[in-house]
């Protein structure tokens, strides 16, 4: 007697058991794996983002030291403008490029720890401290070439030609050499003083503009200054 087709091919009980007992096994490490990756990525960004959560201006004023700093920032053309665009702490000192961010960030745990053992209790002594503070954060725009001032301000973004960037541009004068004093009030630079007092008093040309021409000049010069410390 010739046995039915599907009873030669027909899984046993044991085979099914194994096969379900492969499934599950399959299962459990496939999400073994994932959770295993997954757990890594978390463990790995948590430090990042435990770091972005205090990229915000909130958080940097939270520190007593920084209320005396903000009062005078908020006067600021970065912070009161035309525009309506209100500049905060991380735009100018917070870098983008992630190996410049890292470094950033792990020098910021002197400052906590400044904060923690040496505090700034008075406005006196905060100002007392600031012209240090200023030439590090000086220092540091020098090193990148400004990159957080032309984030915003690139050359090519302007509306219509500016002179003194154009003579910058052509000499290679990055931004923090001119405009070093624009939001947190004046503190002296005296290497860059200097040499704007010297181009102040540098002689004229030999050949003297007529009258009407050098009064033409004045005004587009004048003009030129105000548009700068408007937009900034």
Known sequence: MKSHPDDTHAPTPAV????????TIAGFISLSVIGVFAGGMLVGAAPLLGMKATDSTEFCISCHSMTHLWEVTKASRHFQNGSGVQVGCPSCHVPHPIADYLQVKMLALHDVYSEVVNPVNTKEDYEARRPELAQ???????????AQCRTCHAYENFTRPIKSHDRAQKAGTTCIKCHYN??????????MDEGKQKQASAAPDKTEPSHTEGKSTRIAD??????DNETN
Request: glycine share 8%.
């Open 16 to 23: 099914e058991r194994g096969k379900t007992r492969r499934r």
């Open 136 to 146: 590090k954060v000086r220092a540091d725009f020098l090193k990148n070439d400004s």
């Open 182 to 191: 624009l939001v947190h009030g004046e503190i002296p630079w005296d290497e």
């Open 222 to 227: 004048a003009g030129e200054r105000k548009h």
